[in-house]
């Protein structure tokens, strides 16, 4: 089991920034790549960005790209997200997830989440 908990997530003016945080607990042994996926009141799930276990390889979804960085501290158990010129529509909870393997952009390839933290950017 992976226990998985953010931080950093808060009220921010559009383009503004904020870094959000997400510290991994348990089997932590496992080299898991993660993820950040989204999700806005009453709409889906959607996935933003992932990286792999070595922190090699990272993939974005359009919509952030060239605004948000994702990153990792495997020493840390922690991995970060960046976030810099913020839209209104970036407003979400933000959710880290620890992938068991498959396509990093799909929900069901993540084995474990985290409960959240809310990004609301005000226009």
């Known amino acids: 089991q992976v226990q998985l908990v953010e931080s950093g997530g808060g009220l921010v003016q559009a383009g503004g920034s904020l870094t959000l945080s997400c510290v991994a607990s348990?089997?932590?042994?496992?080299?898991?790549?993660m993820g950040w996926f989204r999700q806005a009141p009453g709409k889906e799930r959607e996935f933003v960005v992932a990286?792999?276990?070595?922190?090699?390889?990272?993939y974005y979804a359009d919509s952030v790209k060239d605004r948000f960085t994702i990153s990792r501290d495997n020493a840390k158990n922690t991995v970060y997200l960046q976030m810099i010129s913020l839209k209104p529509e970036d407003t979400a909870v933000y959710y880290c997830?620890?992938?068991?393997?498959?396509?990093?952009?799909?929900?069901?390839?993540?084995?474990?989440w985290g409960q959240g933290t809310q990004v609301t950017v005000s226009s």
């Open positions: 997830a620890a992938n068991g393997g498959g396509t990093y952009s799909f929900k069901s390839s993540y084995n474990y």
């Open positions: 348990g089997r932590t042994d496992s080299r898991y790549a």
């Open positions: 990286i792999s276990w070595s922190g090699s390889s990272t």
